[in-house]
């Protein structure tokens, strides 16, 4: 079992890192009734920083703020001050181009109906990319960093929707991975996905981190342990606090609530 101690120094952020993404003073609310509140931290550049709590925490409603879903989904609303790179999401004009430079994976797979490769370069083609040598590279790429092109790269021309549900949550990332996003969001990623293969996954994660910030909503604690740089407990609507992954997970909390569901009393 890897220690929260070794997860750290294997995946250690420089304290003076960039920040990537801030929150301020944020508040959703669906439809008027609260679902986060006053919720202020920063995110910083190539780091994984994990999100843990139980169900009806906030934490989906979060991503969803930082993506600029608002208008995806009925009677949200989102008030405080929500920045990427410096800027105010709120307030970027082109939200798709946001939001090509930050993926999202959700929690049940959503495979296109195309085949396993046109799912894959479906984005890099909407750019306006259409030489097929260099789409090849993309998607072979892209489907072995999501643990997924051993399995079906005799069968590229296949319908997606054809793959198992494990399979097509992995085809998601591979799909979110092929527009180089520079913020992937993960959504409790392997809850469709075998553990084997989850730890497959997860090291690929570890390599990603090279290249761009990960912010990973998971209901495993372990493993936010295993690869969380930082993490913030949320419950009932509120971020109780955040902090660096391995003091959590070695009993330096600031809310005993964090502690009792760390250590699954509850949750």
Not at 9 to 18: G, K, M, Y
Not at 88 to 104: C, E, P, S, T, W
Not at 159 to 168: C, K, N, V
Not at 193 to 220: A, C, F, G, H, Q
């Amino acid at each position: 079992m890897v220690t929260a101690q070794g997860a750290a120094a294997a995946v250690q952020t420089e304290h003076d890192a960039p920040i990537k993404m801030s929150v301020r003073d944020v508040n959703i609310s669906y439809g008027g009734v609260p679902a986060l509140s006053d919720v202020s931290f920063d995110i910083r550049e190539h780091e994984i920083f994990g999100i843990i709590g139980p169900a009806n925490a906030g934490k989906t409603s979060f991503l969803k703020a930082l993506n600029h879903m608002v208008q995806f989904t009925d009677g949200m609303r989102v008030e405080g001050d929500i920045r990427f790179d410096g800027r105010a999401v709120n307030h970027l004009r082109n939200v798709y181009a946001l939001r090509k430079r930050i993926g999202v994976v959700f929690p049940l797979p959503v495979g296109l109906p195309m085949t396993i490769y046109d799912n894959v370069a479906l984005a890099p083609r909407l750019s306006g990319l259409n030489d097929k040598a260099e789409l090849d590279v993309i998607v072979e790429r892209c489907l072995t960093r999501a643990a997924l092109w051993d399995e079906v790269k005799d069968r590229l021309n296949s319908l997606g929707s054809l793959l198992s549900g494990g399979q097509q949550q992995r085809l998601t990332i591979s799909r979110a991975l092929s527009q180089q996003p520079e913020v992937l969001m993960l959504d409790e990623f392997s809850i469709a996905v075998d553990p084997v293969t989850t730890m497959r996954i997860e090291e690929v994660l570890k390599e990603l981190r090279s290249e761009m910030t990960i912010i990973m909503v998971t209901n495993l604690v372990q493993q936010a342990e295993r690869l969380a740089n930082r993490t913030a407990f949320f419950l009932g609507g509120e971020c109780v606090e955040v902090g660096e992954t391995a003091d959590l997970f070695a009993g330096k909390v600031k809310d005993q609530r964090t502690r009792d569901y760390i250590e699954g009393k509850f949750g």
